[in-house]
């Protein structure tokens, strides 16, 4: 880690870990408000926040989180049921947290006032109902008794350093009940040889409360291998003690310039720390900031190229075919190794969908499940980063138009709780990303006069129920009959189609009536190295994506000379439409000989490219288009080729759509009889 890296900074990063772990464990706990594994996981995040905010100069989420801490203490206690309110409550708490984290500036301190108002009234009802609903306590039923404990216990002199502050751990014991302190300096240094950063103090503590035991060491829980702990009963009962770490001990393992609180995380699925503690092993995985996954991802894609212009000098007789082709194994390991470093299982990015849903069956009124398939499905981060708006709409679209409320599905035989389903899979070189719902279907009447009212499609017009479905993603296109916080205003899908396609990527459609719907969004891998396609159309060169090619066939004499109004090729009794790229391109000159097809395809359309000469394979290092030609159509980005001039990438999906729009554009324009 940089070691001018930013405290605060270092923080939000581990805030935003132990904040989605409190997120999973509350969601779970509706599901599950007996576990007490859960009631520990989220106690745990929200004790580690405190401490290391306090640490790191956030005292007011030290400050807040101490009282939500201490509130959802009682639930720890039994005193207090985890149930769907409490939930709701503690979920909003935690974006509270989050907020005064991320945003400190712009957080109204009033919201968590009212957050903590609601906590402490939803207690107070629960205990003013405690008599109605809790049976009175027989006369047989011993009184919690008061016991005195004796603790002695000192640090390890780098506790400190580890994120721990015992001032805190202190306060903490007080809160127990009456604990009378004593410190021992004996082994402070003279002032002229303190380090700032060493724990010197020892202490002795006389507590006398009425919690058990087991309530002392939670609140050393954190720092149970850092420290020497000995606890005495006082009043006759058997002695206690438990030892850690000798003074003698080795230091803890910790990265060198790594402030970042260290506490051990033991939530089932948690991210592990940099350093596992005790045992002095370090862990196989680190933290590395995104911008040096970036330019290490540029200094590739340069070795790429570099390769790329050997293996054309190697192939002239330079004598160099050697080294090309060691550079090549290298470059081959290199590009795959840092594809690795960037693929990130997809499951960090569904896992963010579960309060989604959540918020989505209170608002609407619904019973809405969620299920989860193909976690562990690796994506590039990059795409990850995308992803997460498009699915969101998608998503949100399912649960307001696809998913029936309760009454209606019931009166149609169905379960009262919707589901929707999120599945990861992989497909070749593509990822399919699937979105699916047990609602009502999407209805292509609905979907063709609201079409037909919007302009978007000629009264009347021939189209398949597939062509129809593609509607739902036209800017503005929605079916909604009024204008609410989630749907009516026809943005969503929109938002949908142009991520999805900016990616590279489509989306197919399939829905029956009644059962549901499912979207599934088709993406390669990554967006940064690709294999393509290279072609030749006049004197330029394009790439395109491997992915998309399905075949290549020459193009007979026959079709060549037809009318170019209406082009078509018959593959094994398949009409396909072509396009001429030399007049789309507008390139001057006459055609080759012996012009090629190149068949792509995207979600269940196929179109042939004709071009003049097929070069081969090529590993395309995708660049983006300056802000000048960001907009230029048919194009995705651009590559550079061996010998130093540059290859536009063709937009296959853009491509497709200008084929079928111009193919319709002849049929309604030709007469029947031509």
Same mark, same amino acid.
């Given at each position: 880690?940089? /070691? ?9 990063? !581990?805030?935003? /870990? ?48 101490? !009282? ?33 984290? !991320? ?30 609903? $809790? ?5 047989? /039923? ?33 809160? &127990? ?46 720092? %149970? ?7 005495? %009963? ?90 090309? !082709? ?38 609407? =009124? *619904? ?54 389903? &999120? ?92 059962? =549901?719907?499912?979207?599934? &969004? ?100 995708? *660049? ?14 651009? $590559? ?33 009889? %031509?």
């Amino acid at each position: 880690m940089n /070691e001018n890296a930013d405290p605060a900074e270092i923080f939000r990063q !581990e805030s935003a /870990e132990l904040l989605e772990q409190l997120e999973q464990a509350l969601l779970d706990l509706e599901q599950r408000p007996g576990d007490h594994d859960l009631i520990d996981t989220a106690f745990r995040a929200l004790h580690t926040i405190k401490g290391s905010g306090a640490m790191f100069g956030f005292e007011q989420v030290a400050a807040f989180t101490h !009282e939500f801490e201490s509130a959802f203490d009682r639930v720890r206690k039994g005193e207090a049921a985890p149930d769907q309110e409490l939930i709701a409550i503690a979920l909003n708490a935690k974006d509270f947290i989050r907020s005064q984290i !991320e945003r400190p500036e712009e957080t109204d301190a009033v919201i968590g006032v009212c957050i903590l108002a609601d906590l402490r009234k939803l207690f107070a009802d629960a205990q003013a109902r405690a008599p109605i609903e $809790t049976p009175p306590a027989t006369a047989t /039923e011993p009184a919690a008794k008061s016991a005195t404990w004796r603790l002695s216990f000192r640090f390890n002199k780098d506790v400190l350093v580890n994120g721990s502050n015992p001032l805190l751990l202190l306060d903490e014991l007080r809160g &127990l009940g009456d604990c009378r302190v004593t410190v021992h300096c004996d082994h402070v240094p003279p002032l002229g040889e303190m380090e700032p950063d060493v724990c010197y103090l020892e202490w002795e503590a006389v507590l006398t409360m009425a919690h058990p035991r087991s309530a002392i060491d939670d609140v050393f829980m954190f720092v %149970a291998d850092d420290m020497e702990l000995k606890v005495e %009963a006082v009043d006759g009962a058997a002695a206690e003690s438990t030892v850690a770490a000798p003074e003698t001990a080795a230091p803890i393992p910790q990265a060198a310039a790594s402030p970042a609180p260290a506490h051990p995380d033991h939530a089932t699925g948690a991210a592990e720390t940099s350093a596992k503690r005790g045992g002095g092993t370090e862990t196989s995985t680190i933290r590395v900031p995104a911008e040096r996954l970036d330019e290490m991802m540029d200094r590739v894609g340069e070795l790429v190229i570099a390769q790329a212009r050997l293996s054309q000098l190697a192939s002239a007789g330079g004598g160099t075919k050697g080294v090309a !082709e060691e550079i090549e194994r290298l470059t081959s390991a290199l590009r795959d190794a840092m594809m690795g470093i960037r693929m990130v299982p997809i499951g960090s990015l569904f896992g963010r969908f579960r309060r989604l849903v959540h918020d989505l069956s209170r608002d609407l =009124g *619904k019973e809405i499940d969620l299920t989860t398939a193909g976690e562990e499905t690796e994506l590039d981060k990059t795409m990850i980063e995308r992803l997460a708006d498009p699915l969101v709409h998608v998503i949100r679209n399912s649960a307001d138009h696809g998913l029936e409320d309760a009454e209606t599905r019931v009166a149609a035989g169905k379960p009262p709780a919707g589901n929707i389903s &999120l599945v990861a899979r992989h497909a070749g070189a593509e990822v399919l990303i699937s979105v699916s719902d047990n609602g009502r279907g999407l209805d292509a009447k609905r979907i063709r006069a609201k079409a037909e009212e919007n302009g978007l499609i000629a009264a009347g017009a021939a189209l398949s129920d597939a062509e129809l479905y593609q509607l739902i993603f036209q800017p503005g296109f929605s079916t909604a009959k009024e204008v609410s916080a989630l749907s009516g205003r026809g943005v969503g899908l929109d938002v949908v189609k142009r991520t999805i396609e900016g990616m590279r990527g489509s989306f197919d459609i399939a829905t029956q009536p009644g059962k =549901g719907t499912e979207i599934t &969004l088709r993406l390669p891998l990554t967006l940064a190295i690709i294999e393509g396609l290279l072609v030749r159309v006049a004197d330029a060169r394009y790439a395109i994506p491997l992915t998309a090619v399905e075949e290549c066939v020459e193009l007979s004499d026959a079709d060549a000379t037809r009318s170019k109004g209406r082009s078509f090729l018959n593959i094994r009794g398949e009409l396909v439409p072509f396009l001429r790229l030399r007049e789309l391109f507008d390139e001057p000159g006459d055609p080759d000989a012996h012009q090629k097809v190149v068949i792509v395809a995207a979600a269940d359309t196929r179109v042939g490219l004709v071009v003049d000469q097929i070069i081969g394979s090529h590993q395309t290092v995708i *660049k983006s288009l300056s802000k000048l030609h960001a907009d230029v159509p048919s194009f995705s980005g651009a $590559t550079i080729l061996g010998d130093g001039a540059v290859a536009l990438i063709l937009d296959v999906p853009h491509l497709i759509a200008l084929g079928q729009a111009r193919e319709t554009r002849i049929q309604s324009s030709t007469p029947e009889f %031509a």
